[in-house]
């Protein structure tokens, strides 16, 4: 891929004479017999970085190894780009609710579509970013919230500490109540909430919310409770892994405490058949041998 991503370059991995290029981002393709005799082609480069358009193609023919050099200068009619000829736009990228993508509204100077020329090797894309007034496709629900549907405001399905006081007169009446503390911008989002024309939907809160279950991510105690939780299991582990592992460690215990045979800890019985004697170890072997 060559001239900022216009030439794009194809051979095939089979004994080939040809090769199929293509000057405008793949829009449209050509041939191009570059040999006489069939040759097997290893790779396809461009020769001087990804704004070039000279390119380097190399593989072998039986024993010998080829390399051609390729450039495309001259397969386009019209040269060199130029301002002077309208050769460039402004191109902003859309999605289906305009052109702020993110909350961003960005145009970038191009080379127009069909236009025959090719870009200066040290052509930069101009970039113009503005920030757009946010909307409600700029948020997403927050936590404790959900949409019961893709186009459903967002709902409060557990208790969250810091919600505002519910307003008595609506909930007389309706059984939620509205308010903006349920959505969050979403993440990589850059819109202005305080820009002319900026609206921040609304969420659903069910009157009498304190009767929801609470988020275990909010709560204080549930939390404390898992990390002395964590805390004890490796603390056990640790200690098992000392006892078993560590002789020192199971001595000094076994004086300490006055305890011998536990965890594991036993002690082996050897008789001897050739001395008839009978030996006491306090080694901890799998188990009991015999000899």
């Known amino acids: 891929m060559g001239d900022h991503g216009a030439v794009l370059v194809l051979a095939s991995t089979e004994p080939t004479t040809e090769i199929i290029f293509s000057l405008d981002e793949g829009v449209s393709w050509r041939r191009c017999n570059f040999t006489s005799t069939p040759m097997n ?3 396809v480069r461009v020769s001087n970085g990804w704004d070039s358009r000279r390119f380097i193609l190399y593989g072998f023919r039986g024993n010998a190894s080829v390399l051609i ?3 495309f200068d001259l397969a386009f009619t019209l040269g060199k780009c130029d301002t002077a000829r309208n050769d460039y736009e402004l191109w902003s990228p859309r999605d289906v609710n ?3 993508v993110l909350g961003v509204e960005t145009e970038v100077m191009r ?3 069909g236009r025959d020329c090719y870009l200066p090797e040290n052509f930069t894309y101009i970039h113009v970013q503005s920030t757009c007034p946010c909307v409600a496709e700029d948020y997403e629900c927050a ?3 959900y949409r019961p549907t893709l186009s459903a405001p967002c709902e409060m399905q557990c208790y ?19 308010s903006e503390l349920g959505y969050r911008l979403v993440l990589g989002d850059r819109c202005n909430a305080n820009a002319a024309g900026a609206t921040r939907p609304k969420a659903k809160i069910p009157c009498n919310a304190e009767g929801l279950i609470q988020s275990p991510l909010v709560s204080a105690p549930f ?5 002395v939780f964590l805390i004890l299991c490796v603390a056990i582990i640790c200690v098992l892994l000392l006892w078993k592992l560590s002789d020192g460690f199971y001595e000094s215990v076994s004086k300490a405490t006055g305890v011998d045979n536990c965890l594991g800890r036993y002690t082996v019985t050897k008789i001897d058949a050739a001395s008839n004697q009978i030996e006491a170890s306090s080694e901890k072997p799998d188990t009991e041998s015999v000899s």
């Open 41 to 43: 082609v290893r790779n």
């Open 69 to 71: 050099h390729m450039n």
């Open 98 to 100: 305009g052109n702020c």
């Open 111 to 113: 080379r127009k579509p």
């Open 143 to 145: 936590h404790c919230f």
């Open 160 to 178: 969250s500490p810091g919600l505002p006081e519910q307003p008595h007169d609506v909930c007389s009446e309706q059984i939620y109540w509205e």
């Open 223 to 227: 939390v404390a409770g898992v990390l």
